[in-house]
T-cell receptor, first 114, second 112 residues
Framework: EDQVTQSPEALRLQEGESSSLNCSYTVSGLRGLFWYRQDPGKGPEFLFTLYSAGEEKEKERLKATLTKKESFLHITAPKPEDSATYLCAVQALGSGGSNYKLTFGKGTLLTVNP | EAQVTQNPRYLITVTGKKLTVTCSQN?????MSWYRQDPGLGLRQIYYSMNVEVTDKGDVPEGYKVSRKEKRNFPLILESPSPNQTSLYFC???????????FGPGTRLTVL
């Protein structure tokens, strides 16, 4: 069974204080790892897809990296508008219909104080 | 505007009264999916559809039905809702099963 564990559950930062969020995963074979951002009361919004170990992607103050066991979302010099819940999801290689399933972690609630 | 729409956005109902939550996308996406989000449990996939007339179970399909008669629509049906189905529901679509998903705004369902 695919498993995704995100840590920490909550993280409070001061504006400008860089940090990282972790997503550990267990799958039989990874097809893709996704990062989403979710604001209160809204649907998740796509950030990144990573496919293979060593891959990195950047967008503004965010940088996602991937190893064979985990992914990190690095936040550089965060601003209050970066406050949100960050979700990680994995899609596994598999046979038949099971390879279309997406398994989400429980998320990290990030608060950035001005 | 490219979007996924859900209706209703809020619904309070009683145990056993059949209901349907509609989902529609205007991006010609093949893949659509339903999730529920509960505190402490995160987002869990209920059902997904790879294309018209092709659907499959996610992690928590019990008590739910879906149909995909048209590419743009993917309704979620609760034949006999129970209080444990009180949750926040999201519909999502993507061009392929392996690409990023576009989520709707959510439907908050309360079953009394």
């Amino acid at each position: 069974e695919d498993q995704v564990t995100q840590s920490p559950e909550a993280l409070r930062l001061q504006e400008g204080e860089s940090s990282s969020l972790n997503c550990s995963y267990t799958v039989s074979g990874l097809r893709g790892l996704f990062w989403y951002r979710q604001d209160p009361g809204k649907g998740p919004e796509f950030l990144f897809t990573l496919y293979s170990a060593g891959e990195e992607k950047e967008k503004e103050r965010l940088k996602a990296t991937l190893t064979k066991k985990e992914s990190f979302l690095h936040i550089t010099a965060p601003k209050p508008e970066d406050s949100a819940t960050y979700l990680c999801a994995v899609q596994a290689l598999g046979s038949g219909g099971s390879n279309y399933k997406l398994t989400f972690g429980k998320g990290t609630l990030l608060t950035v104080n001005p | 505007e490219a979007q996924v729409t859900q209706n209703p956005r809020y619904l309070i109902t009683v145990t056993g009264k059949k209901l349907t939550v509609t989902c529609s996308q205007n991006m010609n996406h093949e893949y659509m999916s339903w999730y529920r989000q509960d505190p402490g449990l995160g987002l869990r996939q209920i059902y997904y559809s790879m294309n018209v007339e092709v659907t499959d179970k996610g992690d928590v399909p019990e008590g739910y039905k879906v149909s995909r008669k048209e590419k743009r629509n993917f309704p979620l049906i609760l034949e006999s809702p129970s209080p444990n189905q009180t949750s926040l529901y999201f519909c999502a679509s993507s061009p392929t099963p392996y690409s990023e998903q576009f989520f709707g705004p959510g439907t908050r369902l309360t079953v009394l």
